[in-house]
């Protein structure tokens, strides 16, 4: 018996099979080496708003796919070949394809990404809707019960 079948059947996790599949899907892919490449950024720039910025020198904006899926923003690169070819003595830009995941939050959405001077910069905000913020919760009796409390 795992863990994750206890706490599903657990009368005080009501509610947390959603956040249950996005352990099941994290732990797929923690058992999967993270290359380094490209370096990268996270950055919180407001109470809701936050900034992945990826280092991509020698990248287009054609070159990149970009997609947000189940709350899994993968970020995709690979560079096309040109037809002019360099004899390069030494060669220390890399150029090769990668692939970067993010786990983002239910209520994280991409605002916007731009690619500036080598620097791959997306911008995401954490759109809390009313229904999910914070609110008092008071408590109403019975006018039977309210009557006996006045006298």
Known sequence: MTIEHILRNDPLFVGFERIFDRMNTATK???????????YNI?????NTYLIEVA???FKEEDFDIELHDSI???????KTNEDVHDYI???IASRGFER????????????????QGMLTVRLVNEIPEEKKPRKIHIRGTPAEK???TE
């Not at 993010?102 to 605002?111: G, M, N, P, Q, R």
Request: glycine content about 8%; aromatic content about 8%.
């Open 56 to 58: 991509v020198a020698g």
């Open 29 to 39: 892919f923690a058992n999967v080496p993270q290359q380094k490449y490209p370096p």
């Open 101 to 116: 995941r993010f786990t983002l939050a239910d209520t994280v959405v991409v605002e916007s990404v731009s690619l500036d």
């Open 43 to 47: 950055v919180k720039t407001g109470e």
């Open 147 to 149: 009557q006996l409390l």
């Open 90 to 92: 030494y060669q220390g």
């Open 73 to 79: 923003l993968t970020i995709r690169g690979e560079v």
